[in-house]
């Protein structure tokens, strides 16, 4: 049975870090993308980042680009999300999914999803 978990949201105050983690199970990650996205109190489900399996392709958000990092373990199963100089409009619940090879733009490409994890950016 497929499975994300995703770890490691908090409260940070504004210019700090958290990092993510998106643990897997029921399924190996040297052939899957995984995808991280977010949503905000009265918004809609964003894209954030992905990284691609058939190539390795790393794709970011326009607003988490120089801030967040993806990076996976495959031995470990899990893709991290490092958020630096975070800001209070990163708040947040974020979600990492996941489909076969390659990232998508189509959140309904993602076949299965994890719980998601609160962040919460304010002084």
């Known amino acids: 049975q497929v499975q994300l978990v995703e770890s490691g949201g908090g409260l940070v105050q504004p210019g700090g870090s958290l990092r993510l983690s998106c643990a897997a199970s029921?399924?190996?990650?040297?052939?899957?993308?995984i995808g991280w996205f977010r949503q905000a109190p009265g918004k809609e489900r964003e894209g954030v980042s992905c990284i691609s399996r058939s190539d390795g392709s790393i794709y970011y958000q326009n607003s988490a680009k120089g801030r967040f990092t993806i990076s996976r373990d495959n031995d470990k199963k899990t893709v991290y999300l490092q958020m630096d100089s975070l800001k209070p409009e990163d708040t947040a619940v974020y979600y990492c999914?996941?489909?076969?090879?390659?990232?998508?733009?189509?959140?309904?490409?993602?076949?299965?999803w994890g719980q998601g994890t609160q962040v919460t950016v304010s002084s």
């Open positions: 029921g399924f190996s990650l040297d052939y899957n993308a």
């Open positions: 999914a996941t489909r076969l090879l390659r990232c998508s733009r189509y959140q309904r490409d993602f076949a299965s």
